[in-house]
């Protein structure tokens, strides 16, 4: 059992891990702690009962998880920084996209048991679809870790060539979804609704409609043609979405994002 994890970098998605984690089912227990440089953009946390500070060094000393939630370019710094104060068993959890563990592992000297993780940010609800690559790890080593963010959403271990695409539909994905259901609240506005309402109909909707697909286990288009009737509404509304290229316009911009991530990678 983990009895310390250190999260350095208490932006956007690491707050929303320490978040999850301590509101799971099955909350984490041992010591969480989350350091930011300006400390008061993360003193929400300490109601929640997560330690939070400025120094990395002191964080990161006996933790048995260190998870490294800093931009790309911030990595080789922060690991330089708290690399000779890890214990050489704690495990290394990187949420840098584009960095790969060869990458990583040289950055800390041929250190082995490394792992990428991409949550997305509905992990601070426990909603997470987590996916995960390792690095020279052991299978208990892969359980700890797995064990540890199922609390907290999905888990599934990929291919660290997928780590990228998985950024992407995972990750970002959670944006082009959120996106959507902003477009249809517009959309129930103009046809009457009062924005509240809008959105708490089409939120739910989108709900429902992952359910069926996630409980089911049945394809999108199978639900989509219990709902679709001849010269009906549905169909309608449906072909004209299509007309204006609604499907290609969600594909070119997974692409799209894949495409910066993939060239960003290459100029490492």
């Known amino acids: 059992m983990i009895k310390k994890i250190a999260i350095i970098g208490g932006g956007n998605l690491g707050a929303a891990i320490a978040k999850g984690l301590v509101k799971a089912e099955t909350p984490f227990r041992g010591e969480l702690v989350v350091t930011r ?10 109601s929640d009962g997560i330690k939070i500070q400025s120094d990395n060094v002191d964080a990161v000393k006996n933790a048995e998880m260190v998870i490294l939630a800093v931009k790309p370019f911030q990595l080789q710094e922060v690991i330089s920084e708290v690399l000779p104060y890890m214990d050489d068993s704690a495990l290394l959890v990187s949420l840098a996209a584009g960095v790969d563990s060869q990458q990583i592992s040289d950055m800390c000297q041929g250190r082995k048991s ?74 129930g506005v103009e046809i009457g609704f009062g924005s509240e309402l809008a959105l708490k109909i ?53 692409i799209a994002s894949f495409e910066k991530i993939e060239n960003a990678t290459k100029k490492k």
Not at 37 to 46: F, M, S, T, V
Not at 144 to 155: A, I, N, P, Y
Not at 160 to 183: D, H, K, P, Q
Not at 212 to 229: C, F, M, N, S, Y
């Open 37 to 46: 440089r300006r400390i008061h953009l993360i003193k929400n946390l300490e």
């Open 202 to 254: 089409a939120s739910q909707t989108v709900k429902g409609a992952s359910e069926l697909i996630i409980r089911g286990q049945t394809h999108p288009e199978a639900e989509i043609d219990k709902v679709t009737t001849p010269r009906g509404i549905t169909i309608s509304g449906l072909n004209e979405m299509e007309h204006q290229g609604f499907s290609s316009a969600l594909i070119k911009g997974v």
């Open 114 to 187: 490394i792992f990428r993780v991409m949550p997305n940010t509905a992990i601070s609800i426990g909603q997470s679809m987590t996916c995960i690559s390792s690095f020279h790890s052991t299978e208990a080593e892969n359980k700890v870790v797995q064990e540890l963010f199922e609390t907290v959403g999905e888990v599934q271990f990929i291919p660290e060539e997928l780590m990228s695409s998985a950024t992407v539909l995972a990750a970002c994905g959670i944006a082009y979804a959120l996106r959507f259901i902003r477009a249809a609240t517009q959309g």
